[in-house]
């Protein structure tokens, strides 16, 4: 079945500093990722939508200049979260769906990165 | 704006029993009903409903969608503990997909 990866899966960064989160599809393209964040015992968030060559779609109350994405291929997306501060720390999982954009295909999703800012 | 509630938010069972999970959804430009397993990493995709009163089974677990009412619910037969978990409600509709909170479950031995 269709894999997404996510790297790394765990990070630690000292506040004021960035840290890039990658999301690729494995084996299959992905023209559209979606970017996630979840709170503990939360649901997970839409945060935006990544779309390959364009710019990404955010999401209300999401700061596009804080989270910096960049969908730059067909299998690869990137989160970087810009001077990270503890409030950022979270449980980020992107996703894509096998299929194009077709809603017969369910959205596959990566293992998360778990996200602490010191 | 987009909703998905879920109930109950936590149930507790023996192994062995039957649960249902139940999902409603408010949702423009419905497409599709999505349930996922999540335990302690990313959610794995169990089923997608886009018919109306089309079961859809696997194993143990099955799920049936209702568009009239906007409602889904997922059912497992003969609970075990590894079935422990949060389960998770989304509905695609106007490109993106709005999830619910879940429901944990928890299996006892």
């Known amino acids: 079945g269709a894999v997404v990866s996510q790297h790394p899966s765990r990070v630690i960064c000292k506040s004021g500093t960035s840290v890039k989160i990658e999301c690729r599809s494995l084996d299959f393209q992905a023209t559209t990722m979606f970017w996630y964040r979840q709170f503990p015992k939360q649901s997970l968030m839409l945060m935006a939508t990544s779309n390959e060559g364009s710019k990404a779609t955010y999401e209300q109350g999401v700061e596009k200049d804080k989270f910096l994405i960049n969908h730059a291929s067909l299998t690869l997306s990137t989160l970087t979260v810009t001077s990270a501060h503890p409030e950022d720390s979270s449980f980020y999982i992107c996703?894509?769906?096998?299929?194009?954009?077709?809603?017969?295909?369910?959205?596959?999703f990566g293992n998360g990165t778990r996200l602490t800012v010191t | 704006e987009d909703k998905v509630v879920q109930s109950p938010l936590s149930l507790v069972v023996h192994e062995g029993d039957t649960v249902t999970l139940n999902c409603s959804y408010e949702v423009t430009n419905f497409r599709s009903l999505l349930w996922y397993k999540q335990e302690k990493k990313a959610p794995t995709f169990l089923f997608m409903l886009?018919?109306?009163?089309i079961e859809k089974k696997s194993g143990r677990l099955s799920s049936i969608l209702d568009k009239k009412e906007l409602f889904s619910i997922l059912n497992i037969t003969a609970t075990q503990t590894g079935d422990s978990a949060v389960y998770l409600c989304a509905s695609f509709g106007n490109e993106k997909l709005t999830f619910g909170t879940g429901t944990r479950l928890t299996i006892i031995p």
């Open positions: 886009t018919s109306s009163g």
């Open positions: 996703s894509a769906r096998d299929g194009g954009n077709s809603y017969n295909s369910p959205l596959h």
